[in-house]
């Protein structure tokens, strides 16, 4: 079983500011089966990236996936008021579909 | 657009049988896709339950696989959980998802309902 790893669990940052968020897999992990979610509160988790770096429809362009093997990372260039929430990354299987998430890192508002 | 909703009582009691509903719309069950449930304990993180191919075949997280059953009713264009014996722990907010294919991500998501277990 993959066990994922986010850091940090907590990212206290001002608008504009760049948030880096990390997501550790306890084996490799195929970069087609990674993937990150954003949750705000009392809403559904939304789908931002997938196949560890290709945007969701309708995803702006300030989120960023990337990494491969153990380590991936998703990056948001700029962030907007609307961007501070709980991202999720999730490894995803295919024979057979299973799926595992990661703690999750709370991006908040410094 | 594919649209997700789930239905079920949101209290039941501990030792008892939780059953909870996904109506889709928008999607035929029938054309294909997994169909799945998560859930989020109040304050955690989230917990992948299982998921159903739209044939029937049926893929379950290990943890809750002697508890879980997910099945599908392509008549009413809808999913169905079933927890026995459940307990305080799972006490959580239920989602009901579809991911696209084999390999996929969950692209679409219900509301979620929040489910209490409690006497």
């Known amino acids: 079983e993959i066990v994922l790893t986010q850091s940090p669990g907590t990212l206290s940052l001002s608008p504009g500011e760049r948030a880096t968020l990390s997501c550790r897999a306890s084996q490799s992990v195929s970069s087609s089966y990674l993937a990150w979610y954003q949750q705000k509160p009392g809403q559904a988790p939304r789908l931002l990236i997938y196949g560890a770096s290709s945007r969701a429809t309708g995803i702006p362009d300030r989120f960023s996936g990337s990494g491969s093997g153990t380590d991936f990372t998703l990056t948001i260039s700029r962030l907007e008021p609307e961007d501070f929430a709980v991202y999720y990354c999730q490894q995803y299987g295919s024979s057979p579909p299973i799926f595992t998430f990661g703690p999750g890192t709370k991006v908040d508002i410094k | 657009q594919v649209q997700l909703q789930e239905s079920g009582p949101g209290l039941v009691k501990p030792s008892e049988t939780q059953s909870l509903t996904c109506t889709v719309s928008?999607?035929?069950?029938?054309?294909?896709?997994?169909w799945g449930w998560i859930r989020q304990p109040p304050g955690k993180g989230l917990e992948w339950i299982g998921s159903i191919y739209h044939s029937g075949s049926t893929y379950y997280n290990p943890s809750l696989k002697s508890r879980v059953t997910i099945s599908v009713d392509t008549s009413k264009n809808q999913f169905s959980l079933k927890l026995n014996s459940v307990t305080a722990a799972d006490t959580a907010v239920y989602y009901c998802v579809r991911s696209g294919g084999s390999g996929s991500p969950f692209d679409s998501w219900g509301q979620g309902t929040l489910v209490t277990v409690s006497s």
């Open positions: 928008g999607y035929s069950i029938s054309s294909g896709s997994y």
